[in-house]
């Protein structure tokens, strides 16, 4: 204790006491390396000024996506938590309560339906946030359910992909949902229903080489990472330097791999437009079957 501490009446030292300041309360932006006020975000749709795509959950994806932000949601099926015990530095099962925990989900993919410009849409999300949106027997649970939702209301289905790959945990159950996934696209596809892909950083991995790919319209993030197998990965194996900007939707988008780059401040207009023009339609009523879990925002 020094003098200055001894000689300082209580109630000044109250004056000065060092207030607490959230860790959150500001955000550097990867691409710029500037800082971003975080309560600005939303109004930015979580773009930062220099134009880097945060990535975000689904109740923001589907905030953004729909009109006014008006949605019904759905339950995901439920499948077996840990069908190999597996284990590596922690128990899975660990893994998935830490991650239901911090997101708040179930698993990495959530439904909703709602509006687009009028165009009733069901669309489901992959939450990065959850275990690196890998693809396990829950995630490709979520897939089919949102793709028979679709089925039965007769509607089309928008997927934001965001994924790391296949969940190792759940070993060759995790790869069968590539198939799986793949048929439940081809009945939407048998059916005549519009089937939409937006790319979101990252893609990768089983994600890429199953549904993410197979889309009749592919849209993607501006910056967003979409490929197989990551650059490092490829830079070691081959040892070469890539191309810049290699496997970034601006580079896929110029090689004929994607459609179309479109900025999240377009992306709801744009998937109007496409929407309008693929259902020729405005209206689809609810089939009673696949009514919307009772929570909506």
């Known amino acids: 204790m020094n003098w200055l501490t001894k000689l300082t009446p209580p109630g000044v030292k109250s004056i000065f006491t060092k207030r607490d300041t959230p860790d959150n309360l500001w955000m550097k932006c990867p691409k710029s390396g500037e800082m971003v006020f975080a309560a600005d975000l939303p109004g930015l749709l979580h773009v930062t000024p220099a134009g ?8 923001l994806r589907f905030g953004y996506t729909f009109d006014d932000g008006q949605y019904a949601t759905y339950p995901t099926p439920s499948v077996a938590a840990d069908p190999l015990k597996f284990r590596d530095d922690q128990k ?12 708040g989900n179930d698993d990495a993919m959530s439904i909703a339906s709602g509006r687009i410009h009028g165009v009733e849409t069901v669309v489901l999300v992959q939450n990065f946030a959850f275990m690196g949106g890998s ?7 979520g897939f089919i359910e949102a793709a028979q939702i679709a089925l039965a209301q007769s509607l089309p289905l928008v997927v ?24 439940a696209v081809q009945r939407l596809r048998e059916a005549g229903l519009p089937y939409i892909v937006v790319l979101c950083d990252p893609t990768t991995g089983g994600v890429t080489a199953s549904y993410a790919m197979l889309g009749d319209i592919h849209l993607a993030e501006p910056g967003a990472l979409i490929c197989f197998a990551g650059p490092r990965v490829i830079e070691d194996t ?22 179309k780059v479109v900025h999240r401040k377009d992306l709801r ?3 109007a437009r496409l929407l309008a023009v693929l259902t020729q339609s405005e209206h689809t009523r609810i089939n009673p079957e696949f009514a919307p879990h009772p929570t909506s925002a």
Not at 92 to 103: G, P
Not at 135 to 141: F, I, P, S, V
Not at 241 to 257: S, T, V
């Open 52 to 59: 880097h795509h945060m990535r975000i959950g689904p109740e």
């Open 92 to 103: 899975y099962t660990d893994r998935l309560k830490k991650a239901r925990a911090k997101t």
């Open 135 to 141: 693809l396990g027997m829950a995630a490709g649970e």
């Open 160 to 183: 934001f992909t965001a994924a790391g790959g296949a969940r190792m945990q759940e070993g060759a159950l995790s790869l069968m949902q590539m198939p799986r996934t793949t048929i």
């Open 238 to 259: 081959i040892r070469e330097k890539l191309p810049e900007g290699f496997q970034r939707a601006e580079f896929l988008e110029e090689h004929g791999m994607i459609d």
């Open 269 to 271: 207009e744009t998937l």
